[in-house]
C-alpha cells in the first residue's frame, strides 16, 4: 500500500490519532504563536501605513486570515461530515465535530474586525452588503451545526444530523468569495489573488502570509486539541486509554 | 465604548481588533483545554479507586498465612 495512503488509514484509528495530536500540538502551537508575534509586529508597526485608509488597514493582518479560515474551516467541517455520513468513520464525526467551533471562532473574529475596520474607512460599523451578510450566514450556519450536533444525546447520532447541515451549507462557501464579483457591494474587491498578481504592495503582502500561516497553524493546533479531548470523553473505557494516555499497564 | 474608539483614532481601532480577537481565540481554546485536564484527573482517579478496591479484594481472599 502506498505509504501516505497506509498513514490516512492509520490515522484513523483513536489510540494512533491521540499520539499523533500529542506529538503535533507543541510544534503547531508554538510555531502559530512565533509566527504570530512576527506578522502582527511587522503588520503593526513595520509595513507602511496605506496611502488612502491610513493605520486602519493594519486590521488586515487579522481580519483577512481569519476571513480565509472561516470559508476554509467550513469545507473542511463539510468533508468530515460527508465521511462520516458515508463510511461512519468515527475519527471523522469527531474531527467535524472540533472544527464546528473553531471555525465559528474565525467567523465571529472576522465580523468583529471587519466592523472596526468598516468605521473609519465606510463610515458605518455594518451595512446589509452581499459579503458582509453571507458571512453572517456563516456564522449562523456554525451556530446551526453546534446546536444541531448537541441536541442529540446520542453523540454519534447528532454528528451526522448536523452533517447533513453542514454539507448544505456548503452552498454560501462560493456565495461569500464570488459575492464582490457578483454584486456592487460596499466591500473591496480580492487584494491577494493565488493565481495572478496581487494588488497589494510586498511590504504589506508578507506579513499577511506569516499571519495566514500563523492562523493555519493555530487552527490544525485548537483542532488537535479538540479532537484529542472529544475522543478522551467518547473512548475513556476502553483499554487503550488507560495505557496510553494515563500510562496504566493491566 | 464606542466613543473611547472614536477619541482615539485609527489606532483605536486596530487595538480593540487586537484585544476583541484575543478574548475570542481565549474563549475558544481554554473550555477544552480546562475540560481534557478535569476529564484526565478524573479518569486518574477512577482507576485509583478501581485498583484499590481491587487490591482490598485480593487481601481478603488470599488466604492467612500460616
Known sequence: MNPILRWFHQLGSPPYFYAFATRWMPWTGGIALVLAMIGMYWGLYAAPADYLQGDSFRIIYIHVPSAWMS??????????????????????????????????????????????????????????????????????????????????????????AAAVLALVGVVNIPIIHFSVQWWNTLHQGDTVRLIGKSSIHPSMLWPLLIMATAAKLYFLFALLLRARGLLLEHERGKHWVRSQVLGVSD | MLEWLQTHGHWGYVYAACVVSALLLLADLLPPWVRQRQLRAQLRARLRRESAHTKSTVDTLEPPVA
Open chain 1, 71 to 160: 470559508m476554509l474551516i467550513y469545507v473542511l467541517m463539510a468533508i468530515n461530515g460527508a465521511i462520516a455520513l458515508i463510511w461512519r468513520i468515527k475519527l471523522s464525526e469527531i474531527v467535524f465535530l472540533s472544527c464546528a467551533p473553531i471555525g465559528a471562532m474565525f467567523t465571529a473574529i472576522t465580523l468583529v474586525t471587519g466592523m472596526l475596520w468598516g468605521k473609519p474607512t465606510w463610515g458605518t460599523y455594518w451595512e446589509w452588503d452581499a459579503r458582509l451578510t453571507s458571512e453572517l450566514a456563516l456564522l449562523f450556519l456554525y451556530f446551526g451545526v453546534i446546536g444541531l450536533a448537541s441536541a442529540y444525546d446520542d453523540v454519534r447520532q447528532g454528528a451526522r
